[in-house]
């Protein structure tokens, strides 16, 4: 099964003169996303939640940071 997430999700909005955000697909095995697929493309995610909004960092020892 394969969801699709936008990279704009929770993020600051864009101007007209920038680019659209990035289409994804990410692949679910089971309740199981592989976090190489997550950081393929930047190093940090946006994760919204309800009202708040979250940010998930890949560290340079290969670490998860998880912030509000």
């Not at 704009?8 to 976090?35: C, F, H, M, T, W």
């Amino acid at each position: 099964m394969a969801t699709t997430s936008g990279d704009q999700i929770g993020g600051p909005a864009k101007s007209a003169d920038s680019a659209s955000p990035a289409i994804r697909s990410v692949i679910l095995n089971g309740n199981r996303i592989e976090s190489r697929d997550l950081f393929a493309v930047e190093r940090e995610i946006i994760i919204a939640h309800g009202e708040d909004t979250y940010r998930l960092r890949l560290t340079s020892q290969n670490k998860l940071i998880l912030t509000k």
